[in-house]
Each structure stands twice: as C-alpha cells, then as structure tokens.
T-cell receptor, first 114, second 112 residues
Framework: DGGITQSPKYLFRKEGQNVTLSCEQN?????MYWYRQDPGQGLRLIYY???????QKGDIAEGYSVSREKKESFPLTVTSAQKNPTAFYLC?????????????FGQGTRLTVV | QKEVEQNSGPLSVPEGAIASLNCTYS??????FFWYRQYSGKSPELIMS????GDKEDGRFTAQLNKASQYVSLLIRDSQPSDSATYLC????????????FGAGTRLAVHP
C-alpha cells in the first residue's frame, strides 16, 4: 500500500526529554512537511523539505529539528527547548514542491508532556 | 495580516441545504489552493484543489477561485450530517520555497 506512515500514534514525553517523531512515505514524493495542530486551531508549519538533504524553517521552528537524509523519511525531533510541545503533529508530502501539486497527510502523532 | 484567513464558525446549516465556506489569502502570487476536511481527532483529507479562476465541481463540492479578490470558497450542496467537520483552506505560497500554509479552519455543523 502506498501512503504516509507516522509513528508512534501516541507519544508521552517527560519534561526535558528530546523525542523523535517518525514520518515515512513510499509515494516517491519529493516534498515533505511537518505541521503542529493545537486543540481547536489550524495547522502551523514547523519545517518543510523540497528535496533530499535540504529543508527550510516554517513559522514555528523554534524548539524543533529535522533531517532529510533519505527521500522517503523526514523525522521530526521535539527538543527540550520546545516549552509547550503537547499537540497533534501531522506530516504531509506532495509529489514535487511546486504549483499544481496536492499534499496528503499521515495519520498524525499525538504528543503529550507528562 | 495572516497569510490564509477563514471564519472559524461554527457554520450551522440544515440537512439538504448549501453550505458556503470562505477563505481569503494575502500572497497575490499564490497559484494553488486546496480544501481539506478534518474530522475530530483525525488527520486532514483533501477534498478539492483549484488552480485557475472560476469554478471547479466534483460531486456535491464546488470550489471557486477569484485571484483578483484573493478569495477562495467551497460550496457543499445537499449537505449531510456526515459533512459535519472542520474545513481547512490552504494556499501554496509563491516564491522559491513553496510553503503550504493553512487557515485556522471553519467548523461546519449539519443538523437533521
């Protein structure tokens, strides 16, 4: 099955810990995105990548880091510098990073600080 | 000014009516626009994409784009209770880095 797989579905983080959220796609898509969604809010862009070994900060990159070493993988690390990380994290991908392309989402990871 | 703006709602319509959802965007160079539906606790799913001025129809859904007014809308005909969800408008911003930016979403409630 082709698609975007995010894992884990639920994640609990202790104060001061770094955690990494996985996003894998087997759609051969070039562009990948990470968003954060807080309750009752829209999606805010954290990081995005147009091609392997390249990524750009979105609107709320502070406290997060990413890598894009392989085309199919775009992991997001939530560092201890992110003071309020509890949120729903969504990964998306599109075939190429230009006009006329549609982005599709994984099932999301719900992160809770305990 | 937010890059993509939507009325947060809730928009309440009776079953069988037309629901009209609206969105404005600030980047005049944007060329690609999308409507996603998101049920509570789930990830967004793509409903429509639109790239040219005018209307685009797909079943009960019609997307409308007016680039001069920087306005995108989604019409849902014969609304059903199963259409009750949050509808997210998104724009692919112009410039070299192709940021895909979302509005805050409009909650739609279709009541029997």
């Amino acid at each position: 099955d082709g698609g975007i797989t995010q894992s884990p579905k639920y994640l609990f983080r202790k104060e001061g810990q770094n955690v990494t959220l996985s996003c894998e796609q087997n759609l051969n898509h070039d562009a990948m995105y990470w968003y954060r969604q807080d309750p009752g809010q829209g999606l805010r862009l954290i990081y995005y990548s147009q091609i392997v070994n390249d990524f750009q900060k979105g609107d709320i990159a502070e406290g997060y880091s990413v890598s894009r070493e392989k085309k199919e993988s775009f992991p997001l690390t939530v560092t201890s510098a992110q003071k309020n990380p509890t949120a729903f994290y969504l990964c998306a991908s599109s075939i190429y990073p230009g006009a006329g392309t549609e982005a599709f989402f994984g099932q999301g990871t719900r992160l809770t600080v305990v | 000014q937010k890059e993509v703006e939507q009325n947060s709602g809730p928009l309440s319509v009776p079953e069988g009516a037309i629901a009209s959802l609206n969105c404005t965007y600030s980047d005049r160079g944007s060329q690609s626009f999308f409507w996603y539906r998101q049920y509570s606790g789930k990830s967004p799913e793509l409903i429509m994409s639109i790239y040219s001025n005018g209307d685009k129809e797909d079943g009960r859904f019609t997307a409308q784009l007016n680039k001069a007014s920087q306005y995108v809308s989604l019409l849902i005909r014969d609304s059903q209770p199963s259409d009750s969800a949050t509808y997210l408008c998104a724009a692919l911003l112009s410039g070299g880095y192709n940021k895909l930016i979302f509005g805050a979403g409009t909650r739609l409630a279709v009541h029997p």
